[in-house]
């Protein structure tokens, strides 16, 4: 996830200044060192998060010029490139995690639809004020006692894991707060951006259980936010 986050925002310094040689080869090496770091995650959610915003980062900056449409060319070179040199030879692992097939994806799979089930039964025991801020996972272990330690995590959903620890009024004040995000984030063509944590956040819990990540994620609303003029 933040490998993708790292290319958007490659991405975005690029094609907004004007670069001389030096910086089109600073910011090609770190889209090539991003890119890479992505595929070889093999994190579905990544990637796709990355498909998605991608073309829409292009088709923004394609019409403001000539120099933007070659550096485009040149970026989706360098990644079409890197892609073949990295999925070819590695097919194989690539069509598992997408065909879903293999037994530990099944048991991934299977994981993450009990997480779900237990949100259910965790917001269901407190479902206006939570059970505060961290105590998910003790709540479960009260909920459901005596099982092996692997079996209490936080659900991998961002919305669940925030109903189920402030409750429906912490929830509804953070869909608020990320609603006043998307509309900055239109104005100043920061949406890809915003898109992307909001597809990370509706298959794990990375932004709001890892503190570097609560950090990462501030750090994007202030730059949202910050930024008034069109880019």
Not at 58 to 71: A, D, Y
Request: aromatic residues 16%; charged residues 15%; hydrophobic residues 55%.
């Amino acid at each position: 996830g933040v490998m993708v986050l790292g290319i958007i925002l490659v991405l975005y310094s690029s094609l907004k200044d004007k670069l001389d040689i030096r910086g089109r080869i600073f910011y090609l090496v770190s889209l090539a060192i991003f890119y890479l770091a992505l595929l070889v995650s093999f994190s579905r959610t990544a990637i796709l998060a990355l498909l998605i915003s991608l073309p829409f980062i292009f088709i923004n900056f394609w019409r403001r010029g000539r120099t933007q449409k070659k550096l485009i060319i040149l970026f989706s070179i360098l990644i079409i490139g890197i892609s073949a040199a990295v999925i070819i030879p590695n097919c194989d692992l690539f069509f598992t995690r997408v065909k879903t097939e293999n037994r530990l994806e099944q048991k991934s799979i299977s994981e993450r639809e009990l997480y779900l089930e237990q949100a259910k039964e965790v917001i269901k025991a407190k479902p206006f004020l939570g059970t505060g801020i961290g105590n998910y996972v003790l709540e479960l272990s009260e909920l459901f006692p005596g099982q092996p330690s692997w079996y209490y995590q936080p659900v991998h959903n961002y919305w669940l894991l925030v109903w189920a620890e402030l409750g429906i009024i912490g929830l509804l004040s953070l869909i608020g707060f990320w609603l006043y995000l998307f509309k900055a984030s239109f104005k100043n063509g920061f949406w890809p951006l915003i898109m992307a944590l909001f597809i990370f956040s509706l298959f794990d819990h990375w932004l709001w259980t890892q503190p570097l990540e609560l950090l990462i994620f501030f750090l994007i609303t202030g730059l949202i936010i910050g930024i008034k003029k069109q880019v």
